[in-house]
């Protein structure tokens, strides 16, 4: 099968482009020829997400007017020949719909922002709550209430104007990929329907560290105090701020290892400076994704701290395939993985005593630590196999294929 795999980032700079990346080689080595279109040319010192790729600008929104674009758009299509097209974060109806009616066409909705919400996708910033509104009239003064998007009102109207032509574009598209069972709800809460809609979890592919010591005894000879790792941008709604705020109480000594870069970092500093000095608490920067598997295998508990509705959250697969406990707040689709007791914890959403007694919880209690350990290496086998997400994708591939003759 020919497949045009479809991104707006040639590099790799975030969960999407991860999967994207780690899809293209799965459908390579299973026999597909995968072109990938990109509109951001491959950064430096960034990445490819792959190297059979075509850069064309016009995929980009607002780069010339639409009359150059589509031809430029169709042109390529025209030279590829794929028999599906995948796509991954385009938000313009227009490109949408040109892709659709020259080829079959799957958007995999990853997140809300733009999709089925025009300000920083369903979270109310003041509040530091999840919304729980569909798109609507209520989103025209909602960032003005909840801090939840832009408070310009030209562009405010421009984000809603984006998002309603998507969801119409939406309504004709044959199948829609998601990636949880919370994103599905969210699709279906603008009006998609729910036949159309597929949740297929992204895969996890690592080298499993199997030559290794059992993680009880990795955990007392590889790490002097226990490390509690967080992964992932500096942004607030991320919550590292919100983990640091808990080490506070915390008894026992840990080490804190939080891998990423962002905004925040300045303040995140700040706030380790003024942690209890029995704490250990060290900003590597982004590593290579090697690297940070490693940490996942040495880390006695993974913190997943974000405020925000995580749409599927990639960091916690990857690191339950890993076997490291999680814990987390109960946001988003983030409960679909990490089972209570099971897994992980979970905590109510910005509760830091809370968030503290669960770190607490794994740190101090081994026999709790193994158990969680063990169950989320294999939850984690069977959820995010790469041959049953492969096999989902192929039956979706031939469903819009035989919908559109």
């Not at 994207?20 to 040319?41: E, F, K, P, Y």
């Not at 709800?185 to 597929?198: K, Y």
């Not at 706030?271 to 590597?284: E, I, K, N, Q």
């Not at 295998?297 to 990857?318: K, L, M, Y």
Request: glycine residues 6%; contains cysteine.
């Amino acid at each position: 099968m020919r497949i045009l795999h479809v991104t707006q980032h040639g590099s790799i700079i975030g969960g999407v482009e991860t999967y994207a990346a780690d899809l293209h080689r799965l459908l390579q080595r299973d026999g597909h020829t995968v072109i990938l279109l990109h509109g951001i040319a491959v950064g430096e010192s960034r990445r490819a997400i792959a190297s059979e790729r075509l850069h064309v600008p016009a995929l980009r929104p607002g780069v010339g007017n639409w009359a150059e674009r589509e031809s430029a758009l169709r042109q390529v299509v025209e030279q590829v020949a794929p028999d599906v097209i995948l796509t991954h974060d385009v938000e313009e109806a227009d490109v949408l719909r040109l892709f659709s009616r020259l080829r079959p066409t799957i958007p995999f909705v990853h997140v809300h922002s733009r999709y089925v919400c025009p300000g920083r996708g369903k979270f109310y910033a003041r509040e530091q709550q999840t919304c729980a509104r569909p798109f609507g009239a209520y989103c025209a003064i909602a960032p003005y209430l909840h801090a939840c998007g832009t408070r310009r009102p030209w562009r405010l109207l421009a984000n809603m104007r984006v998002t309603k032509r998507w969801i119409e574009a939406a309504r004709e598209m044959p199948r829609l990929l998601v990636a949880s069972e919370y994103m599905k709800q969210e699709l279906m809460a603008v009006g998609l329907s729910e036949e159309r809609i597929v949740v297929n979890p992204p895969f996890v592919e690592a080298p499993r560290d199997e030559e290794a010591s059992p993680r009880e005894a990795r955990w007392t000879t590889a790490e002097a105090l226990p490390l509690v790792l967080f992964c992932g941008r500096f942004y607030d709604y991320k919550g590292a701020d919100l983990l640091l705020r808990a080490l506070e109480f915390v008894t026992p000594p840990v080490r804190a290892v939080l891998i990423g870069e962002g905004p925040e970092q300045p303040k995140l500093k700040r706030l380790a400076a003024r942690l209890p000095s029995r704490h250990l608490v060290s900003f590597p920067g982004w590593l290579s994704r090697t690297a940070v598997f490693g940490f996942y295998r040495r880390a006695r508990v993974v913190v997943i701290p974000s405020v925000w509705p995580e749409p599927f959250c990639r960091v916690g697969s990857e690191a339950m395939r890993q076997g490291a406990p999680i814990v987390a707040f109960r946001v988003g689709a983030i409960p679909e993985w990490v089972r209570e007791g099971e897994t992980g914890l979970l905590v109510e959403p910005a509760n830091i005593r809370a968030l503290a007694a669960a770190i607490e919880r794994v740190v101090t209690d081994e026999a709790l630590a193994v158990a969680l350990s063990a169950r989320a290496a294999q939850v984690a086998a069977e959820q995010f196999d790469a041959r049953r997400h492969l096999e989902r994708l192929m039956r979706t591939f031939a469903a819009v294929r035989c919908a559109v003759g």
